[in-house]
């Protein structure tokens, strides 16, 4: 099994100001967002992470550097993992948005919006680069490995997404807060979903046991019933 710690990036001027940042150059974090992944940084620093793999877009760089802080991995970026590119819509501010036709496509529809200008895609593309970004390097890091993307609130609700099951179409009813980690194993039979929008709380379940206790190769069955949860 492989598992992803998807975390988004900490609250930046953008989300504050109403804006759509999309590709935008420049956009850091603001007060609240640098103590918010001071506070996830710490959260995580018990985790083992065998790749610390950001966005290219500075606020993720950001966020993915005080993650990686004191540990022997050096964050690596992969575009695949980059924000929507939003086109016409980049520096927009909401409110301006929900006017523009395209609005209720995205919200309706998303699996069929693609967002004007020639730097613009379509939802669709930006879930296929990202679903695709995580599994080829889960194949790189191996089936034991937990490692950590750090991405935007569009690309992780999409990949997470894919890993329920869902339509990309349901996929605004996943909500990613800022800093926010959500966590999938993946499996050679099926993804699991471990967490979603997770910000406080011990993380210490994602801690892989010393391998002398993994005797035997994870299952990749669902637990009838439920099971009793995550034991440490």
């Not at 099994?1 to 900490?10: A, D, E, K, Q």
């Not at 669709?124 to 695709?132: K, S």
């Not at 599994?135 to 997404?161: F, M, T, Y």
């Amino acid at each position: 099994m492989t598992t992803v710690i998807l975390l988004r990036h900490g609250r930046t001027t953008a989300n504050t100001g109403g804006v759509l940042a999309g590709w935008t150059p420049g956009v850091q974090l603001d007060e609240t967002g640098a103590a918010q992944v001071a506070a996830v940084g710490e959260r995580l620093a018990k985790v083992p992470l065998a790749a610390v793999i950001s966005s290219p877009l500075e606020r993720c760089v950001q966020t993915a550097g005080v993650v990686a802080a004191g540990r022997d991995v050096d964050v690596r970026t992969d575009d695949r993992l980059g924000e929507a590119r939003y086109g016409d819509w980049t520096g927009q501010t909401i409110k301006e948005l929900v006017k523009d036709p395209l609005w209720k496509i995205v919200q309706q529809h998303p699996s069929a919006a693609v967002f004007p200008g020639p730097e613009g895609e379509g939802l669709a593309q930006t879930q296929a680069r990202a679903v695709a970004a995580v599994r080829s390097w889960n194949a790189e890091l191996g089936p034991e490995a937990v490692w950590l993307a750090c991405s935007h609130g569009d690309v992780i609700k999409a990949i997470l997404a894919d890993a329920l099951g869902l339509h990309l179409d349901q996929f605004q009813r996943i909500v990613v807060d800022p800093a926010s980690i959500s966590v999938v194993t993946y499996t050679d039979t099926r993804p699991f979903v471990v967490r979603v929008n997770d910000t406080g709380g011990d993380v210490s379940a994602l801690i892989p046991p010393p391998r002398r206790r993994r005797r035997t190769k994870a299952s990749s069955d669902a637990v009838v019933g439920g099971g009793a949860g995550t034991t440490v």
